[in-house]
């Protein structure tokens, strides 16, 4: 008899890992032993995607052979394209374009008959996810601004290359390196809810299309991945009330409202990526505005020093500093989920297969606490 309630999984050790793990007391975040500050400063998403599936940092020709294989996935199919063509269409938000999406890669599987064991098939299924949701996303923002989709460019990597789509311009080397890191950054994280309800969906031995269809669901509420838009929202309501930010968070505190992008399971500390991510949103303010960079540190600084939140141990998350950086990139703001999702995406198919190497049906259990004996009445009686 089980009877050791965690409600909401909390400290429960599920699975052993060796792609990522995070010190919530002194804020520090690697994966496979790489530093998350190493990893932003020195390597492009594609060597982090690598090293998270295959164990190690590519070689050059190791990374020249992968970044091929991925770039020659990134196509979708028309039906894809004609589907988010309706979705965007009917004014469908981006997250739930996305897991249609993801959902719809799988049609155009060309080893779909492999095994559900078959952890190479599934690697190389994986790969041709990673590889289409920039193109599926940026075709359902071209869609909504009355455009036509843009073929993605070989010769960009994925960051580069999705703000190509995007926008139809080239990135100059800030924003292509900044967007990389960005991805970097989220790519991997423990056993968070989206990676687990894939791991859930892949302890079926289910394929991985369904497990990264679920890690974007699971992605898209406001107290995981949905906070970085949140965050920018509400940056952009201080903006408009034209009031003092620090008399607009007092007043929202006093109201016991609570601030996205603050507060994480794990984390009692500042989140590592925040401080590289807050790092990258003073620079873009320093060669723009620094309006939405002031807003943000205002609101820490008054959380921080005023109403002591870090010393209770809630702190700002990822998503606290992502949405300005992504502001001042000029990406739509209902888009930085996906974005997250993009990057995740990674991250999900790693602990899917290495979960499903050593593979055990995931099933906890609930504490009953209905009636234990009722009598049966026929409809008709009742
Ligand atoms: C990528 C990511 O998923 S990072 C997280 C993104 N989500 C957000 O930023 C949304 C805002 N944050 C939150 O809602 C929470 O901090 C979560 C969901 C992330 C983590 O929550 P949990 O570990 O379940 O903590 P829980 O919600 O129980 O909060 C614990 C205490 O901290 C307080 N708290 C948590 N987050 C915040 C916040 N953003 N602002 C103010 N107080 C907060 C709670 O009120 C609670 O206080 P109490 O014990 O006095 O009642
Ligand atoms: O770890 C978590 O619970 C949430 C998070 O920060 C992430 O998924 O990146």
Do not use: C
Request: aromatic share 8%; hydrophobic share 40%; net charge negative.
């Amino acid at each position: 008899m089980v009877d050791d309630l965690k409600k909401g999984l909390e400290g429960v050790l599920v699975a052993e890992s060796e792609l990522s793990s995070i010190d919530g007391d002194e804020g520090r975040l690697i994966y496979r032993g790489y530093t998350i500050e190493d990893l932003a400063r020195g390597a492009s998403y594609e060597e982090v995607l690598y090293l998270l599936w295959h164990g190690h940092l590519p070689a050059e020709d190791e990374l020249e052979s992968f970044t091929a294989a991925l770039n020659e996935e990134r196509e979708v199919s028309d039906d894809v394209l004609a589907t988010m063509e309706r979705l965007a269409d009917a004014d469908e938000r981006p997250m739930a374009a996305l897991r249609t999406a993801v959902s719809m890669f799988s049609a155009s599987e060309p080893e779909s008959d492999a095994e559900p064991d078959d952890l190479e098939a599934s690697l190389r299924k994986g790969r041709r996810i990673t590889a289409k949701i920039p193109t599926a996303l940026a075709a359902f923002e071209r869609y909504r601004l009355g455009e036509e989709p843009i073929d993605p460019d070989p010769d960009l990597g994925l960051a580069a290359n999705f703000l190509y789509m995007l926008t139809g311009e080239r990135p100059d080397d800030v924003a292509a390196e900044t967007f990389d890191q960005a991805l970097i950054l989220h790519a991997d994280h423990g056993l968070n809810a989206s990676t687990f309800t894939s791991m859930v969906i892949g302890s079926t031995m289910a394929d991985i299309y369904s497990a990264v269809t679920g890690g974007v669901s699971a992605l898209s509420g406001p107290l995981h991945g949905g906070a970085n838009q949140d965050v920018m929202e509400v940056l952009m309501e201080i903006d408009e009330s034209n009031k003092d930010p620090l008399e607009w968070v007092e007043e929202a505190t006093d109201e016991g409202r609570r601030i996205p992008g603050f507060g994480h399971r794990v984390y009692n500390v500042k989140d590592p990526r925040a401080k590289i991510l807050q790092e990258r949103s003073k620079e873009l303010a320093a060669e723009g505005d620094s309006k939405w960079y002031d807003i943000t540190t205002t609101i820490e600084e008054y959380l921080t020093e005023e109403k002591g939140l870090v010393a209770k141990g809630i702190a700002p998350n990822v998503d606290f500093y992502s949405g300005s950086v992504y502001y001042q990139l000029g990406i739509p703001i209902d888009m930085y989920t996906p974005i997250f999702a993009m990057s995740r995406a990674g991250g999900w198919i790693a602990h899917v297969l290495e979960y499903q190497e050593d593979n055990r049906l995931i099933r906890p259990r609930a504490r009953y606490t209905g009636p234990e004996s009722q009598e049966f009445v026929p409809l008709e009686e009742r």
